[in-house]
């Protein structure tokens, strides 16, 4: 697992495991619920999930009640099943 960021919100130098540049920025920029699902296929926790999410958010801003949202969603995800969707993309993306 590698989480780099040279900037607050470069998308060209942001790596998030093996995935693609491209979707990791199309999660962290239009689609939250994405960011939870490979946060937690990863094994991190919420507080770094949520400081991924506010990389993404307008103004680097989200409101109290989409966190708490955002947490019930992150907490409800099966490590499990999301290591093996995981997996899945990588070994797609490999072929």
Not at 1 to 10: H, I
Not at 33 to 50: D, N, R
Request: with cysteine.
């Amino acid at each position: 697992m590698c989480v780099r960021l040279c900037s607050p919100f470069d998308f060209t130098s942001v790596t998030l495991c093996s995935l693609p540049v491209d979707v990791v920025e199309r999660a962290l920029v239009h689609n939250r619920e994405m960011v939870l699902v490979l946060a937690k296929a990863i094994g991190l926790q919420w507080e770094t999930a949520m400081a991924l999410l506010f990389l993404g958010a307008k103004e680097y801003r989200i409101g109290e009640r989409d966190r708490a949202e955002m947490r019930r969603k992150f907490r409800r995800l099966d490590p499990e099943h999301l290591a093996a969707f995981y997996e899945y993309i990588n070994r797609a993306r490999t072929r």
